[in-house]
């Protein structure tokens, strides 16, 4: 082989690892992108998990002051009862 096919042996070689090393970073860039944005979305998710549980929570406790309120009601009733 001539000293030009090797240049060209060479160039071509050289630009097939230059083409491999750009995609090898665009899947790396893509990967970390892909990432980022399933953290945010599991972010997201325990948020409303948490918000969902957070209902729950208040919703027993809006119950349970109902059941307290009315428990109140009917000890006063008592005490009038009692004082009459």
Not at 27 to 34: C, I
Not at 38 to 53: F, H, K, M, P, S
Not at 61 to 72: F, M, Q, R, Y
Request: proline letters at 0%.
């Amino acid at each position: 082989m001539t000293t030009a096919e090797w240049a060209l042996l060479v160039a071509i070689v050289a630009h097939g690892a230059a083409i491999m090393a750009a995609l090898l970073k665009l899947v790396a860039w893509r990967t970390a992108k892909v990432a980022v944005i399933e953290g945010r979305i599991g972010t997201l998710e325990r948020a409303v998990d948490n918000d969902i549980t957070g209902r729950r929570v208040v919703a027993q406790i809006v119950n349970d002051v109902a059941v307290i309120k009315s428990e109140i009601a009917e000890v006063r009733q008592a005490l009038r009862h009692a004082e009459h």
